[in-house]
């Protein structure tokens, strides 16, 4: 079976920084797109980076220039960096992956993890 294992959140103050991690467990061929969506209570999940297997990435405009997905395909990690955090940035925050793997193509979905941000 494939696991994401997410590592990274946290409480930060306004302005200040953080940086999650999320590593794919398993017996993998090979990840296609990986992602990291948000989850603010009583709001749905949405997408906040998203980064393709050849390297493109997009993000959601609250989050452009603030924050910066990338992955290392030798280690099977997805992280995302981010910088200037706000209190609206306050969510869960869930690793996503298309997984290649034994059991064909999947996408599965990290545990989540607090982010809070605030004063």
């Known amino acids: 079976q494939v696991q994401l294992v997410e590592s990274g959140g946290g409480l930060v103050h306004p302005g200040g920084s953080l940086r999650l991690s999320c590593a794919a467990h398993g017996i993998i061929f090979s990840i296609d797109d990986m992602a990291w969506y948000r989850q603010a209570p009583g709001n749905e999940r949405e997408l906040v980076a998203r980064?393709?297997?050849?390297?493109?990435?997009n993000y959601a405009d609250s989050v452009k220039g603030r924050f910066t997905i990338s992955r290392d395909d030798a280690l099977k990690t997805v992280s995302l960096q981010m910088n200037t955090l706000k209190p609206e940035d306050t969510a869960v925050y869930y690793c996503?992956?298309?997984?290649?793997?034994?059991?064909?193509?999947?996408?599965?979905w990290g545990q989540g993890t607090q982010i809070t941000v605030s004063s």
């Open positions: 996503y992956a298309e997984v290649r793997s034994y059991y064909g193509i999947r996408a599965y």
């Open positions: 980064i393709t297997s050849g390297g493109s990435t």
